[in-house]
């Protein structure tokens, strides 16, 4: 019987908010992916989005603001073969916990990391997050927004992120199609999830999305695929492509897989080319003491270089 | 001749290969059978300013370094004007006669305010103020002026490259000459250092040995010296002992951000990734290396290695005062989760980003006090090059034993001290590992059920559990039940009372010397060996001086420390910080307040002569507080 993914724990969002679908969408990408709990962890960073691994029945970890990306990494380097989906708000990873998301871009660990872009900081009451708009004015701000936004999408194409995708929370199975996809992709994707927010972003609501997404999928012409043969010409196209793409937001607001590069190699291969066994033997397995309880460790022949 | 004894400094500018000059020297001295306690003293800058090592080469192994001099080899001008106050009555100064035309006023890599200083003292002496006055001085003071004119030493030498490239190797080959270490050491040496690159060694030993026949020829060459018989030992620096340490201790996980004194353990974890084996019975114990990862900063380092303990890897990071500000936060989340994790933590003068290159041990109370929240850590301390290679061994099984953060203390000045080591017991600690969940259904990760506050860690691939910052229940889901909360703030604490009562004394704190001798110096860290030379210095005195020597700050050993108290003579707190703060952990611990203090807090290592002195003034009552001030 297929694992059911979802925990026994209460969930204590607000009613109607977005972070629902996403879990939705999450277990059941991970049912169709016949994976078991052992297969699988969940980190997260602090909001209301940082709760999610607690309502799913797998391994989790709800970690500190800002910090569910280098936690992630280290579970994933030290056993790379666990799956690891990061579950974020857009203040966690987009403002405090920025300078992860640009590093992890560079690394390409192979984190699957979904962001739930509601524009607002829900668990401190609805201050405005990196994402929204200059000038805009939600329901928890006493002026409107002094600052400019971040696009999550250029953002991450330009920090290296081999897939990004957007998704939009109201629809679940074509946000359970991108979690597939994004999971078995071997390095690190990315998914900005539109997450209507409706106790304090009254302007983005699930309406409003609504009335804006289209899916890039349903073009005949749209093919986000990199593969490690192409040329750098080609290659290269489709990333300015990707770009242009994710500048799209006023009247129309696409939704899919943008970016698909499968020629970069993750840092999980990078590190295996130079610790020996890294793959066979990851640091989470390796035994480090004999049966009488001793290091294995020879310290001259190690430290040869040390002797005199 | 034999039982030699000497202090020896070694400088040039930044950059000029002056780590080649005392490696070259150091190693040397190890192909002959001595042994050589060394120093490295740097600006925090690439290239040009003052750099130097103070070695003391001995038959027994040095514990700590002393001034005057017997040797300072100058390899450029600047060497000269820092080192003035070095000199004494037989000094050997040992210089380029081409750097005798330098000014002070040219030297402008000199720190502004020392070389105002040198320049007074030029001026109150009547000095010229340039190389020829300083060694004017120094002859006065009773140095013997060795002048040796380094070009005419290389001349008609075919070298690649411009001569002065070779001077590092130059100045010490001469050095060794005077000294009278055997040639076929120094050439030696050079394959060590050289490695496989035959070019570059067949080069330098033109250089040693132009150095040896220019000694020859002007009578300046020392007796040779005696062969002492030596099994082989490992030439380490705290760095070095760290790293081993802590890949004998298991540890298959590494983070850094870039930091200097801290980021040398993880470059050499790098440089030995490929681990050796002793036996390779069992394919599991015998596989793998160990992992370093580059963060893109400390908030990374420390959250990335704490991702990597919670999935099964023994793992660690390495970091100084300004890093380790970075990752309190975390620090208390692994207190919280309980997370076996290891930071080692190299203190270097602060605040801030203080002197970045040089000494301090100014972040005891910091490290005790690190995170928001109460929580158990462990706080431990390493002195010399041993200790830091079982102390990591050791803070790894802490870890993993009580499931808990564990900071491990070293200072920058043992960080780059380097030393001798002659054995390493495999056999010396076991390598423990946390206690496991058997594959439970409905594992609980934060089980109450257990007396030693111990619950069984679970591993992600195998076991599902979860894990917040915030309070939790047994299974690890966020709780704020008042009656819960108030068992898992008691389980965590347990952890740190059952560490305290398992983990013997000697782990703890120790004695050195006699129990009833009429001073007792309280100290930690890298002043141990030269409070230990200082005991014997005062014995030849006619003075009896032991040593309570702290190891463990957090479990504090307070029964032990307020009984040997008590009953001490004198009591002199001896620290390279401004605030004597392991006397105040010592009074927080056991109300037993420490009067009398010997403190150092301008980044360098504190010296026999110093020490000796300034116990002087504290045992006849002059002075309660003495601030050391040697080193350049
Ligand atoms: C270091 C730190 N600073 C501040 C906070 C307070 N805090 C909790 S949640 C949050 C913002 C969450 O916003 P976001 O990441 O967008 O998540 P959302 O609630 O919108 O899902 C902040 C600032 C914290 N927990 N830790
Ligand atoms: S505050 Fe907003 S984001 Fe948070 S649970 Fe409520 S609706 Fe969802
Ligand atoms: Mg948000």
């Not at chain 2, 495999?426 to 439970?440: A, D, H, M, Y």
Request: hydrophobic share 35%; proline share 4%; charged share 25%.
């Amino acid at each position: 019987m297929a694992h059911n993914f979802r925990s026994d724990v209460a969930i204590d969002w607000c009613p109607g908010c977005g972070d629902f679908g996403i879990v939705t969408g999450l277990t059941q990408a991970l049912t169709e992916l016949n994976y078991g709990p052992n297969d699988v962890v969940a980190v997260s960073g602090i909001g209301c989005s940082g709760k999610t691994p607690h309502y799913l029945n797998m391994a989790g970890i709800h970690t500190l603001h800002g910090r569910s990306i280098p936690y992630a990494t280290g579970v994933k380097l030290a056993n790379p073969r666990l799956k690891v989906i990061v579950t974020s708000g857009d203040g966690d990873m987009l403002s405090i916990g920025a300078g992860h998301f640009v590093a992890e871009g560079r690394r390409n660990t192979g984190l699957t990391i979904i962001l739930y872009d509601n524009e607002v900081y829900g668990l401190t009451k609805g201050q405005a997050a990196p994402t929204m708009a200059l000038g805009e004015k939600t329901k928890g701000l006493t002026k409107p927004n002094v600052f400019g936004k971040v696009n999550p999408i250029t953002m991450a194409l330009s920090s290296g992120y081999s897939f990004v995708a957007r998704g939009f929370s109201f629809d679940t199975k074509h946000l359970k199609d991108l979690i597939k996809k994004a999971v078995t992709h071997e390095g690190s994707s990315f998914i900005d999830v539109l997450q209507p927010c409706p106790t304090y972003n009254n302007i983005n609501t699930m309406e409003w999305y609504r009335s804006k997404v289209y899916k890039m999928d349903d073009e005949k012409a749209w093919d986000p695929v990199v593969m490690p043969e192409m040329p750098a010409e080609a290659a290269n196209e489709k990333f300015s492509n990707a770009y242009k793409r994710g500048l799209e937001w006023d009247d129309k607001i696409p939704i899919g897989v943008f970016y698909d590069n499968r020629a970069i190699p993750s840092f999980v291969k990078r590190i295996a080319e130079y610790v020996p066994d890294y793959l066979k033997n990851p640091p989470a397995e390796q035994i480090v003491a004999g049966t009488d309880g001793y290091t294995n460790v020879d310290p001259f022949k190690t430290f040869a270089d040390r002797v005199i | 001749m034999s039982n030699i004894d000497l202090n020896l400094s070694i400088g040039g500018p930044q950059g000029g290969g002056i780590d080649t000059s005392s490696n070259l020297i150091s190693r040397a001295f190890a192909s002959s059978g001595y042994n050589v306690l060394g120093v490295r003293e740097f600006h925090s800058n690439i290239k040009g300013r003052h750099s130097y090592v103070h070695l003391r080469i001995r038959e027994e192994r040095p514990r700590s370094l002393k001034y005057p001099l017997d040797f300072l080899v100058a390899l450029d001008p600047d060497t000269i004007f820092e080192h003035l106050e070095d000199v004494a009555t037989g000094t050997v100064v040992l210089y380029d006669t081409n750097d005798e035309k330098a000014e002070l006023a040219q030297a402008r890599m000199i720190m502004r305010d020392t070389a105002k200083r040198i320049n007074s003292t030029l001026q109150e002496n009547k000095l010229e103020l340039n190389v020829k006055g300083a060694l004017a001085l120094m002859k006065n003071r009773g140095a013997k002026i060795m002048g040796i004119p380094f070009s005419k030493v290389l001349e008609g030498t075919e070298l690649d490259g411009p001569a002065t490239r070779y001077y590092n190797v130059l100045g010490a080959s001469l050095t060794l000459s005077i000294i009278g270490l055997d040639q076929k050491f120094t050439r030696d040496s050079l394959k060590h250092i050289f490695g496989n690159k035959e070019k570059v060694i067949a080069l330098n030993v033109k250089v040693v040995d132009a150095a040896y026949k220019y000694c020859v020829e002007n009578g300046l060459a020392g007796e040779t010296l005696p062969d002492m018989d030596a099994a082989p030992r490992m030439l380490l620096t705290g760095n070095d002992g760290a790293a081993l340490g802590k890949i004998m201790g298991g540890l298959r996980f590494q983070t850094y951000y870039p930091i200097t004194p801290a980021s040398d353990e993880s470059s050499i974890l790098e440089e030995h990734e490929d681990i050796k084996w002793l036996s390779n019975e069992n394919e599991k114990l015998s596989s793998g290396g160990v992992t370093v990862v580059q963060t893109e900063d400390e908030l990374s380092a420390i959250t990335m290695a704490e991702g990597a303990a919670i999935t099964g890897a023994r793992s660690a990071t390495a970091t100084s005062g300004p890093g380790f500000s970075l990752m309190a936060e975390a620090i208390s989340f692994a207190g919280i989760d309980e997370i076996p994790v290891v930071v080692t933590f190299y203190q270097r003068g602060g605040p801030s980003t203080g002197l970045p290159t040089r000494n301090g041990q100014a972040d005891l109370m910091f490290a005790l006090n690190t995170g928001h929240g109460e929580f158990p850590k462990m706080v431990i301390s390493s002195g010399d090059v041993e200790e830091c290679i079982y102390d990591s061994m050791k803070a790894l099984n802490y870890a993993q034993r009580y499931q808990l953060p564990v900071i491990h203390l070293i200072d920058k000045n043992l960080a780059n001290t380097s030393d001798f080591v002659p054995e390493i017991d495999t056999k010396k600690i076991k390598v423990e590992q946390s206690l496991r969940t058997e594959n439970k259904t409905d594992f609980k990760r934060y089980t109450l059920d257990t007396k030693n506050g111990v619950s069984p860690m679970g591993i992600f691939g195998k076991d599902i559990f979860w894990m917040t910052g915030d309070e939790h229940d047994e299974l690890g889901h966020v709780t704020e039940d008042p009656i819960i909360r108030d068992r898992m703030m008691e389980k965590r604490f347990t952890k740190l009372k059952v560490a305290d009562e398992e983990i013997p004394d000697e782990d703890k704190v120790q004695v050195y010397g006699k129990k009833d001798a009429r001073i007792t110096f309280i100290t930690w860290g890298s002043q141990k060996g030269v409070i230990l030379d200082s005991i014997d210095a005062l014995k030849a005195k006619g003075i009896e001086a032991n040593m309570l020597y702290l190891k463990m700050f957090e479990p504090f050993p307070s029964k032990f420390v307020d009984k040997f108290l008590k009953k001490a003579g004198t009591i002199i707190d001896v620290e390279s910080n401004m605030t004597g703060q392991a006397a105040k952990v010592i009074r927080m611990n056991t109300g037993f307040e420490v009067t009398n203090f010997i403190l150092k807090y301008n980044g360098r290592h504190i010296t026999e002569d110093e020490l000796v002195s300034a116990t002087a003034d504290i045992v006849s009552k002059k002075k309660k507080i003495v601030v050391l001030e040697n080193g350049a």
